[in-house]
């Protein structure tokens, strides 16, 4: 199983929150791939804690649809299927949308240069190919209003849903085609919230959505997706 070699061990409190996060990341990265078979013995020995803790974390994944377990025999990360961004992304626009609606008269100066901030951080990343990266930046980006909306449940299933786009955004990422153009398109929902013209930016919302679907459905259907482990590695 290829867990890094190098591993600070999981701080004993709160071990499980720890342990969830480091895996869900693992899995999002690529460093574990799809349908490869993940051991809770091997996981707690290499992060120095208990089964317990480990697979509790692994029945959250599992709820969250990043692994599947047939009971005792194995668990693995699930498949990447192009289908989910069909699934997903329209549900993701409609509830950034809300999250304008809600927030956009209570969005301050600070908040619009984080997203400043985070668009420019996707595109270092796209500059250094680093797919990862760039597509957590550009989650940031989208959070920030969701945020601000001060309704902890939409942030909620926000943040959840955002982890299966990123999976699949770095799955396909074609050295910086899926995600670039969005640099471009963020900068449209900006000047929309910064002119305080929540309609507006309601509408490149919906664009940026609609766009970055058609970008990533098309990579699926006519390439296979990078290495993820090979990306993951990449400078």
Known sequence: ?????????IERKPVRGQIYEKLRDWIVSGTLRPNEQVRDTELATRLGVSRTPVREALQRLEDEGLVHTAPNRWTRVSAIDIEDARKIYPIVASLECLAVRLSGAQLMAADLQEMAEANERVARALRRKDPV???AADCSFHLVPARRADNPELTRVL?????????????YFDRGALIARSVVEHKRILEAL?????????????????????????AGVNAKPVALREVASQP
């Open 133 to 135: 990266d760039a597509s």
């Open 159 to 171: 943040r959840e849903l955002r982890v299966k786009l990123r999976r699949l955004e770095v799955a």
């Open 1 to 9: 199983m290829p867990v890094p070699h190098s591993i600070t061990p």
């Open 194 to 218: 910064k002119r305080n013209d929540v309609e507006d930016a309601t509408r490149c919302i919906e664009a940026n959505w609609c766009n970055s679907l058609t970008r990533l459905t098309e």
